[in-house]
């Protein structure tokens, strides 16, 4: 059972909770009655606005509707104006270019230019659309104009800045200082960078709208015409400073220039033995004594000649740098083309002048001058390759004057060296130009001087004998050949040419010198001067590396002229015995001590004294005039004959010593074996 304090507790919490919940659901029924109202006033309030808008809406959409049009037709208007205006300006456009165009692009290129393509468009124009009209003739006749005042612009500006390359600077372009592991590349500029971005830009707008080519032909002109000045102005340099200085600077001479204030004189290499080259070529004209003057001229020639060479390929190499900058791609060979040709004429010229200066040399039989051509010829093969590269796309006939100037060199190189082996073979044996004492001759100085000559071009001068097919000459197989150029043959083959070449040269030295030798009457003399010029050439091969050249062919050469040397040792000491032959025991009397000779008998051994001392006077008195330069084979001949007479004179003294064949005997011994000795010790010396 529930208390009944309790029931009436809960009974009065249960309602007051349900008077709580009513007043609420009044108050939401309240609230509920205050939205609907309101969500009817704004509906009402919508329908409304809705209502005024479909009317604004049907008054705004016409007049929207008229406003565009009008603007579209403003627009026209403007349009039409703008056109007009475009259209009026064409008409206008010479007088407003007028004074511009008068005055030229001279400082103003890009205004210039500005007006002509205004022009440019006037008569497109006119063209277009009023073809008959008397304006389009005015623009034409304005646009002719400024494309004439462009053109001369352009000559104008290239004959003003265009300027020949300073010799110093192109002597530093083509030199290379072997001390630096990194070359320092020498820029050749030929026309300042402004100037040079304003003859691109001419010359681009004469190419889109000049329509034709004269601007390339001014071009290649006063280009052409500078770089044969740069060449000439280079000639000039280097002769007037050879002249001056007395002292040559040539890709072929290691001399240092002294010209030079911004860096120490390069050096070309490849040319080490050039300098010997001269001074053999010198010691060859010694006897051309009137000439040494006109040598001289022609050593500075040759040098400024190697010079220019070097010298075109770097100058051609930078203009055609140049100009690919302003002339256009299809046109650039062609005009390269053009732009070289006086250069490389005159330069073709001169070559051929110096192959005929050696053709006049072989005329009147002045080998040594012909041999000038070697380090002209080494330096233009050196040099073809880059010339080859540099002439890459000109005419054929371009490409092809170096190799014919190289034939040509090679050939005349190889008849001056076939003309010199004849020469030699063929010397007349003349008494006046035989050497009295029997030294070496002139012929044989000349000739080991000239092989000599050829050590330091091998290469060129086998070229030049391969070149003539000189190889069926000498007994050579051609199968070593790679091709029928001359320039092919192998180093080795060229070698064995040279080689060849040089044996026949000697060969024939050898038989002229033995028909010389038969000038003297004397044979004793005649075995000393053949002594002498065995020995001299013997030497002279192994002082040089003649000698291992010559090996190449003939392998017992060096054993071959010893042998001939000894021979003609022999051929001398021959000459002494008709002195020895009195001392030997023929006819000497046989005799027992203390028995008297008879008359017979001591005359006998008077006639052997006699014919000693007479004999050996005689020998003395001629051999002492005679000459052997060489100071060891001179003493060594001396000491063996001076041992061969010493040693017979002593045994015949010996043989006689107790024999009494006169009362005189100081009339008939009249030297002591020391005396003989020093009498033998002074032969070949004029001084004693």
Not at 23 to 38: P, Y
Not at 354 to 372: C, G, K, Q
Not at 538 to 557: C, F, N, W, Y
Not at 608 to 622: P, Q, Y
Request: with cysteine; glycine share 4%; aromatic share 8%.
């Amino acid at each position: 059972m529930i208390p009944t304090e309790d029931a009436s507790a809960r009974k009065r919490e249960i309602e007051e909770k349900l008077k709580q919940e009513q007043e609420t659901l009044s108050f939401i029924r309240e609230n509920l009655e205050k939205s609907d109202q309101l969500t009817k006033g704004m509906v009402s309030i919508l329908s409304s606005f809705e209502s005024r808008l479909m009317q604004l809406e049907n008054s705004i959409i016409p007049v929207h509707k008229q406003t565009e049009n009008l603007q579209r037709l403003q627009e026209n208007v403007d349009k039409t104006l703008s056109c007009m205006d475009h259209v009026i300006s064409y008409y206008h456009v010479a007088k407003d270019t007028d004074r511009i165009i008068r005055e030229g692009p001279t400082g103003r290129l890009d205004e210039y230019l500005s007006c002509i393509a205004k022009i440019q468009k006037a008569v497109e124009y006119f063209q277009d659309n009023n073809p008959d009209s008397p304006e389009l003739n005015t623009v034409k006749a304005r646009f002719d104009k400024g494309k004439e005042l462009l053109e001369a612009e352009f000559r104008s500006l290239l004959t003003r800045y265009s300027k020949p390359v300073p010799p110093i600077l192109i002597l530093d372009a083509i030199s290379v200082d072997e001390e630096l592991d990194v070359q320092e590349e020498v820029v050749l500029e030929h026309l300042p960078e402004a100037v040079l971005q304003d003859i691109i830009c001419i010359a681009g707008w004469l190419v889109e709208y000049g329509r034709n080519q004269d601007f390339m032909n001014v071009y290649f002109q006063i280009r052409s015409n500078q770089l044969d000045r740069s060449i000439k102005g280079l000639k000039d340099h280097f002769r007037k400073n050879s002249t001056s200085s007395g002292v040559l600077y040539s890709p072929a001479v290691q001399t240092k220039r002294k010209d030079t204030p911004t860096k120490k004189a390069p050096k070309r290499p490849g040319y080490d033995h050039d300098l010997r080259v001269k001074h053999l070529s010198d010691a060859l004209n010694e006897k051309h004594g009137a000439l040494a003057g006109k040598d001289d001229v022609l050593d500075i020639e040759i040098d400024s000649y190697i010079h220019c060479i070097s010298a075109f390929v770097k100058l051609a190499q930078s203009e055609y740098s140049l100009l690919t900058e302003i002339i256009p791609e299809h046109h650039q060979k062609k005009t390269f083309d053009s732009l070289i040709q006086e250069a490389l004429d005159n330069l073709m010229l001169e070559g051929d002048n110096i192959v005929s200066a050696a053709r006049r040399a072989i005329l009147r039989h002045d080998y040594s001058a012909v041999l000038t051509i070697f380090p002209i010829l080494r330096h233009l093969k050196m040099n073809k390759s880059d010339f080859d590269a540099t002439l890459q796309g000109t005419a054929a006939s371009t490409k092809n004057k170096l190799p014919a100037l190289i034939t040509s060199m090679e050939t005349i190189g190889a008849k001056a060296l076939e003309e010199f082996a004849d020469s030699i073979k063929n010397d007349p044996d003349k008494e006046y130009n035989m050497p009295k004492d029997g030294t070496v001759h002139e012929l044989t100085s000349n000739a080991i001087l000239f092989l000599q000559q050829l050590l330091d071009f091998h290469e060129t001068a086998g070229a030049m004998l391969a070149s003539q097919v000189l190889g069926d000459t000498y007994n050579i197989p051609l199968d070593p050949r790679e091709s029928s150029s001359a320039s092919s043959f192998t180093s080795d083959f060229s070698k064995k040419l040279l080689s060849t070449y040089i044996c026949k040269v000697l060969g024939n030295l050898q038989l002229n010198l033995l028909s010389k030798s038969k000038v003297y009457e004397d044979p004793a003399l005649s075995a000393i001067f053949l002594h002498n010029n065995y020995n001299y050439i013997l030497k002279s091969l192994e002082k040089s590396e003649l000698i291992q050249l010559v090996t190449v062919t003939q392998k017992r050469a060096e054993s071959s002229y010893r042998e001939l040397i000894q021979q003609q040792i022999q051929d001398y000491q021959r000459s002494w015995v008709k002195v020895t032959d009195h001392l030997t025991d023929r006819n000497i009397p046989v005799f027992q001590p203390g028995t008297k000779l008879k008359d017979r008998e001591r005359q006998v051994i008077k006639d052997k004294f006699k014919g000693f001392n007479d004999g050996l006077e005689e020998l003395c008195k001629i051999q002492k005039g005679w000459a052997i330069p060489d100071k060891e084979q001179r003493d060594f001949i001396r000491q063996s004959q001076k041992k061969e007479v010493s040693e017979a004179y002593r045994t015949f003294l010996q043989r006689c010593a107790n024999i009494s064949f006169t009362k005189n005997p100081e009339k008939y011994h009249k030297y002591r074996p020391e005396e003989v000795e020093e009498m033998i010790e002074r032969l070949f010396d004029t001084s004693a």
